[in-house]
């Protein structure tokens, strides 16, 4: 079983930032793709970024320039800075990734999500 943790969300003013973190463990063998994707009230799941194993990001064009998505392979951890944040960022953020595990399965998991709130 695999469980991913994230971390980071808050309150904060227009223009400030933020910093998520998601944290993988259990029976992993290696990790393919991680990314954030995000869920305002009465919207559906979005995709922000996401980063391969490589370190190719992709963004969603809302907040290219704005946020930065990065990884760090050794402790199966993925980050999100948000720079610059708008009220319209104000969401649930949820941690994805796509596990190879030490049983060989290949799934992807999700994490319970975070909240962010953005104050204009």
């Known amino acids: 079983q695999v469980q991913l943790v994230e971390s980071g969300g808050d309150l904060v003013q227009a223009g400030g930032s933020l910093r998520l973190s998601c944290a993988a463990s259990g029976s992993i063998f290696s990790i393919s793709i991680m990314g954030w994707y995000r869920q305002a009230p009465g919207k559906q799941r979005e995709l922000v970024a996401t980063?391969?194993?490589?370190?190719?990001?992709n963004y969603a064009d809302s907040v290219k320039g704005r946020f930065t998505i990065s990884r760090d392979n050794a402790k199966n951890t993925v980050y999100l800075q948000m720079n610059s944040l708008k009220p319209e960022d104000t969401a649930v953020y949820y941690c994805n990734a796509y596990v190879y595990s030490t049983s060989y399965s290949f799934n992807a998991y999700w994490g319970q999500g975070t909240q962010v709130t953005v104050s204009s």
């Open positions: 980063i391969t194993s490589g370190s190719t990001t």
